[in-house]
């Protein structure tokens, strides 16, 4: 291979990885944008499957660029993802459940919930299943995929006015100014919540990358719960990337 051929092949790799970088940029406000209203916690996902995606486009074009082979990758990465996720079935619908369930089924441990005929206080929730104490304090173990695709009544008193909204942020951020941003936004809707039980945010995990936090909100009336929740998502994103431009 000639000099120039190569520099043209280097040049040609580097320009792909660039513009791989600025296109996961650019969808990641296109994705912000268009799920402003949703939970950030789910927002967040769908950017990490996103930048996943087209990173995986842009790598296999930069390595077919350098003149290598890359059918036999595709053949054998999807050879593995077919036999991974045929050998894994139960176990990937249980998780993709927990995900659900987290986001959007209305019961958190100590809930007294029914589904399919079995009562019971939730003591557990894992990636694959729920946990639950019944009347004769026998353990029942329920897979997640169940509360997806049952009926679940929940029979604790008030239920209805708890919104759980999760959130993850980067450990850059200032977690203080953080929460006191999104304490002030929930004062802002006050008039929503139940004066005997303020807003509360609560930090639930931390590790190298990412906080995980979980912000409790009691509203005053049920026909409330879906507005305020869209507004509360929203006001957080906004905080998000406030916080985020900050530190960039």
Same mark, same amino acid.
């Given at each position: 291979?000639?000099?120039?051929?190569?520099?043209?092949?280097?040049?040609?790799?580097? *320009?792909?990885?660039?513009?791989?970088?600025?296109?996961?940029?650019?969808?990641?406000?296109?994705?912000?944008?268009?799920?402003?209203? =949703?939970?950030?916690?789910?927002?967040?996902?769908?950017?990490?499957?996103?930048?996943?995606?087209?990173?995986?486009?842009?790598? &296999?074009?930069?390595?077919?660029?350098?003149?290598?082979?890359?059918?036999?990758?595709?053949?054998?990465?999807?050879?593995?993802?077919?036999?991974?996720?045929?050998?894994?079935?139960?176990?990937? =619908?249980?998780?993709?459940?927990?995900?659900?369930?987290?986001?959007?089924?209305?019961?958190?441990?100590?809930? %007294?919930?029914?589904?399919?005929? *079995?009562?019971?206080?939730?003591?557990?929730?894992?990636?694959?299943?729920? *946990?639950?104490?019944?009347?004769?304090?026998?353990?029942?173990?329920?897979?997640?995929?169940?509360?997806?695709?049952?009926?679940?009544?929940?029979?604790? =008193?008030?239920?209805?006015?708890? *919104?759980?909204?999760?959130?993850?942020?980067?450990?850059?951020?200032?977690?203080?100014?953080?929460?006191?941003?999104?304490?002030?936004?929930?004062?802002?809707?006050?008039?929503?919540?139940?004066?005997?039980?303020?807003?509360?945010?609560?930090?639930?995990?931390?590790?190298?990358?990412?906080?995980?936090?979980? &912000? %409790?909100?009691?509203?005053?009336?049920?026909?409330?719960?879906?507005?305020?929740?869209?507004?509360?998502?929203?006001?957080?994103?906004?905080?998000? =990337?406030?916080?985020?431009?900050?530190?960039?």
């Amino acid at each position: 291979m000639e000099l120039t051929d190569l520099l043209y092949m280097v040049l040609t790799v580097v *320009i792909i990885i660039v513009v791989t970088y600025l296109i996961t940029k650019v969808m990641r406000l296109i994705i912000r944008g268009v799920f402003k209203t =949703q939970v950030p916690l789910l927002v967040t996902y769908i950017e990490r499957g996103a930048t996943i995606l087209i990173w995986s486009v842009g790598i &296999l074009l930069a390595v077919e660029t350098a003149g290598l082979r890359i059918d036999l990758i595709l053949l054998l990465l999807g050879l593995a993802g077919a036999a991974c996720i045929v050998g894994f079935w139960d176990v990937l =619908q249980n998780l993709a459940a927990k995900y659900f369930n987290d986001l959007y089924l209305p019961y958190r441990l100590g809930d %007294e919930v029914s589904v399919r005929g *079995i009562e019971g206080k939730v003591i557990g929730i894992n990636p694959v299943s729920t *946990i639950l104490l019944d009347a004769n304090e026998e353990i029942v173990n329920i897979p997640n995929v169940i509360f997806m695709r049952e009926a679940v009544k929940n029979k604790t =008193q008030a239920a209805w006015k708890k *919104i759980v909204i999760p959130i993850i942020i980067p450990t850059n951020i200032d977690l203080p100014e953080f929460e006191s941003a999104v304490l002030r936004a929930c004062n802002k809707l006050k008039m929503n919540w139940d004066e005997h039980l303020p807003p509360l945010l609560l930090t639930k995990s931390r590790d190298e990358n990412n906080i995980r936090l979980e &912000l %409790e909100l009691m509203v005053n009336s049920p026909d409330k719960k879906e507005r305020v929740s869209a507004e509360m998502n929203e006001k957080i994103m906004e905080i998000l =990337q406030e916080e985020k431009k900050k530190k960039s």
